[in-house]
């Protein structure tokens, strides 16, 4: 069982920068790969970018490529996403997951363990 604690999300305007942060529980973080996904009111969850267990490859969104990053510190089992050059569109509550695989997935029904999400509200 993993347990996932996504926090960092606040108000923000447009063009400005935001980092998330993930804390897992367990001793064995380096053995999922993770993700970011996110929901904007009145939508169906959406993929924003995933990474492999060693942190070495990473894929993103069309809609975030070039703006966002991911990252993870398994010393700390930390999971990251910042985000630069916000968009207003960006809003939405933004969910961390954790795979049992080590390999990346754009799928949500992949992701076995979720966060609770935390919200980015980007102003115009």
């Known amino acids: 069982q993993v347990q996932l604690v996504d926090s ?17 529980s367990g001793r064995t973080f380096s053995a999922h790969a993770m993700g970011w996904f996110r ?22 969104a069309d809609s975030v490529k070039g703006r ?7 010393a700390k089992n930390t999971l990251y ?3 630069n050059s916000l968009k207003p569109e960006d809003t939405a509550v933004y969910y961390c997951a954790a795979r049992g695989s ?4 754009t799928v949500m029904a992949e992701y076995d363990y979720w966060g609770q999400g935390t919200q980015v509200i980007v102003s115009s």
């Open 102 to 105: 080590d390999w990346l997935s």
């Open 81 to 83: 996403l910042q985000m």
């Open 8 to 24: 960092g999300g606040r108000l923000v305007q447009a063009g400005g920068s935001l980092r998330l942060s993930c804390l897992a």
């Open 68 to 74: 966002f990053t991911i990252s993870r510190d398994n």
């Open 39 to 60: 929901q904007a009111p009145g939508k169906e969850r959406e993929f924003v970018s995933t990474i492999t267990g060693n942190g070495l490859s990473t894929f993103y």
